[in-house]
């Protein structure tokens, strides 16, 4: 129908569409970003590089930066959101991308180290991405988590949540909480009150 209403050629299956790949199997479709990531590997500088194990430091201080401001403040906001869109294949990511983006208007040296870092991660891991299983059933499943007043500066705590339909991964998000917590279980209600709504 589409042909008969539009010039247009049929490419058959998809396979690479804006930077994501999809491969087909009899267990389901993978999706993975890795031609994307060793643009952004290649880009940094760092294909030689060493790989880091984690994307972020356990018990980062970056809310605390007193480095340099970065002289070239649109490199950061490249890189950040370069990692923001790949999040999208890469649950993993969503909370050291979502504490870098929140230094997008001053950023400084620290913060650029910390965004490097996530590269060097990639770079041991390029070909990860998400598998949506074609045997899952319509069952869904949520976890999530918080940690009480994250955030060094506004004492808000983040909220995490990953929710998978059978065992296809669905939707995710960290995200800081919109109010100060009193308590580590009142910051956890409050996750637990976002993932129910994304339910």
């Excluded at 890469?90 to 997008?104: G, W």
């Amino acid at each position: 129908y589409l042909s008969d209403c539009f010039h247009m050629k049929d490419l058959g299956p998809l396979k690479y569409f804006v930077g994501i790949e999809l491969a087909r199997s009899k267990d389901g479709i993978f999706l993975n970003q890795r031609k994307y990531i060793l643009d952004i590997i290649s880009e940094a500088g760092f294909l030689g590089a060493k790989p880091a194990s984690t994307p972020i430091e356990q018990n980062h201080n970056l809310g605390r930066a007193e480095g340099a401001v970065l002289a070239d403040v649109e490199q950061y906001r490249r890189l950040v959101g370069r990692l923001v869109y790949l999040a999208v294949t890469r649950p993993a990511l969503s909370y050291a991308v979502h504490i870098l983006s929140q230094f997008l208007k001053e950023p400084r040296t620290e913060h650029m180290e910390a965004a490097l870092r996530i590269v060097l991660y990639l770079k041991g891991c390029p070909g990860q991405g998400i598998l949506l299983r074609s045997d899952s059933d319509l069952s869904l499943t949520a976890w999530c988590d918080s940690d009480y007043a994250g955030c060094p500066l506004t004492r808000r705590s983040i909220s995490g949540w990953f929710i998978l339909m059978g065992n296809s991964p669905m939707s995710w998000k960290t995200k800081k909480q919109h109010t100060v917590s009193r308590s580590s279980p009142e910051a956890e209600y409050r996750s637990m009150a976002s993932v129910v709504c994304e339910l």
